[in-house]
Each structure stands twice: as structure tokens, then as C-alpha cells.
């Protein structure tokens, strides 16, 4: 008879550029992709542990990417009085194999960022700079920034203007205005020197 064992669940906190996020990193993955918790009422419908982090008082954002959960808390909130309670309850849940997304999730976020106009045409040259912007932002920003536990989008290109939508910990981050400009502007102009700006929005 055999008896399985389990991998136990490790799991250690690192900070982020924001003071108000903290990243909750385990040795397990528990999602692949991207899972951006703002509000209750997504969480609730696609997040069996984001709606339950939610319910504690001074959690404000859940983010959930790979093998780590980056949570954003309410400022009135001290790190040292709440990260052992976020680190045992996220422990104990993911030691359980309780579901952390539903099945769907992917397919539904999709679904919404074509309705909201992420993915509209862009026509002729306009479309190969868009497509060259994009790998450009998911080669070599995406992977930088989701060491810091947060996560970038290609919103949209309009004459000349890259429009991102920030995630995670790079949502109010004090920091990420000067990433944006310093870093992802600079690049972008360097690659595609059609863009002339690269401006934000908190996801």
C-alpha cells in the first residue's frame, strides 16, 4: 500500500516597491497566469480565498500570479500586526488543495477586456507596432515586474501614447510612476520611436 507524501507548504513574505503591498511567496503554484483582485465582488465570484482574505478588515487588494499572492492592505494597518494571520491563513488554505480560482477565470477576463476595448483593431502599421510594443512590454517589463508581485498590460496605442493598466503591488505604488517614465518610457521610445509617451491606469 502505497502512502503519498505531501510537499509541505513553505512559504515566506517579500516586500514590494509599495509599502502598502506584501508578497506571500510559497512553493507551490496556485495559478497560472495572472488574477487581479480589486473588489469583493470579483473575488467572490471567481476566488474561494481572495473572498475569504477580503473579509478581513485590512486586506484591500488581492493578486494572485504563479506560486505567490501579493496583498495590498488598508494603510491604517500596521505589517507587524497582520502578516503572521495572512501568512497562516494562506499556508493552512493552499496546504488543503482548496480551489484558489475557478475554472473559467482566463477565459472570463478575456471576454471582459475584449468588451472594454483592450483588443480593438488596430489597422496596417499601426497593428505591427502594437504588436511589437506589446512583446516588448511582456519580454522584458512583465518579468521585472512581477518580482516586485505586481503585473503590467498593454492597454492601447494612440497616437503615439502607450496606455498601460498597472496590477498588483504597481497599483498606487509611489514608485511605479517613476518605473513607468524611467524605465518602460525610456525603452519603449529607444525600440519604437513612434511612441512618444507611456502613461497608466490602476487596473
Known sequence: METTVKNPIMIYTEQTPNPESLKFVTNKMLFKGTADFREETLAKEWSPIAAVLFEMPFVKGVYICNNFITITKEFNFAWEDIMLKLKEFIKEYVSQGSEI????????MDELEKEQGVAYQYSGEEAELVIKIKELIDTYVKPAVEMDGGNIEFKSFDKGVVTVVLQGSCSGCPSSTVTLKAGIEGML??????????????G
Not at 101 to 108: C, L, M, Q, R, T
Open 101 to 108: 480560482i475557478k475554472n473559467g477565470f482566463s477565459d472570463a
Open 189 to 202: 521610445k529607444r525600440m519604437v520611436p513612434e511612441v512618444t509617451e507611456v502613461v497608466s491606469e490602476m
